[in-house]
């Protein structure tokens, strides 16, 4: 196991609502990044946090935010929920060590079904 | 164009078969690059790096051509239990160190 653990598992909401899942990082992983993965693709990166500021963002829109709290641990926010945003929700914790190589492990993820 | 581009297949092969999968990525610049497996309705899960010079863990094997912008995956002896999809995964050079999956490839290893 990768350390790595998400919340809720699974979750159904309505059309317009908001959401927010949690993400609680390995041990000494100091970054945070999120992902979206639509049935039969491959994850796509919604942003990452470092040491609580966002880091990097993906083609996603504003109503996807985040947070990233003193221990590491972060929240994806998602607003005005749309049918599009059904999918598995990732997020994987790494080191950022200023090394080429940057090795991120996931969470089992958050499954989201918008109706 | 994709930045990370497979072959979805689906790969059917045999038990104790040898096969292999290929990538490749629109990114000169890129610098680290990875081979993902991910169980169906699982999270992905490293199985390893790639480095320049190549490398090997056990039954697997992971080849980097900069040149040519492939990344291959060789799987030798398959066993039932290497079914998966397989996401090869290209981390792009940036403050985000932003991963960028593939879409993966299906590998089903029959009895």
């Known amino acids: 196991e990768t350390g790595v653990t998400q919340s809720p598992t699974h979750l159904i909401k309505t059309r317009g609502q908001q959401v927010t899942l949690r993400c609680s990082s390995q041990?000494?992983?100091?970054?945070v990044s999120w992902y979206q993965q639509a049935l039969g693709q491959g994850p796509q990166f919604i942003f990452q946090?470092?040491?609580?500021?966002?880091?990097g963002r993906g083609n996603f829109p504003p109503r996807f935010s985040g947070l990233q709290f003193p221990n590491y641990s972060s929240e994806l926010n998602v607003n005005a929920l749309e049918l599009d945003d059904s999918a598995l929700y990732l997020c994987?914790?790494?080191?950022?060590?200023?090394?080429?190589?940057?090795?991120?492990?996931f969470g089992p993820g958050t499954r989201l079904t918008v109706t | 164009r994709k930045e990370v581009e497979q072959d979805p297949g689906p790969f059917n092969v045999p038990e104790g078969a040898t096969v292999a999968f290929n990538c490749t990525y629109s990114?000169?610049?890129?610098?680290?690059f990875f081979w993902y497996r991910q169980d169906c309705r699982k999270e992905p899960k490293l199985l390893m790096s790639?480095?320049?010079s190549g490398n090997e863990d056990g039954r697997f094997t992971a080849q980097l051509n900069r040149a040519s912008q492939y990344i291959s995956l060789l799987i030798r002896d398959s066993k039932l239990s290497d079914s998966a999809t397989y996401l090869c995964?290209?981390?792009?050079?940036?403050?985000?160190?932003?991963?960028?999956f593939g879409s993966g490839t299906q590998l089903t290893v029959l009895p």
């Open positions: 994987a914790s790494s080191l950022a060590s200023g090394g080429p190589i940057y090795e991120q492990y």
């Open positions: 041990s000494g992983h100091n970054t």
């Open positions: 946090y470092y040491r609580e500021e966002e880091n």
């Open positions: 990114n000169s610049a890129s610098q680290s």
């Open positions: 790639v480095y320049s």
């Open positions: 995964v290209v981390n792009i050079p940036g403050s985000a160190r932003q991963l960028t």
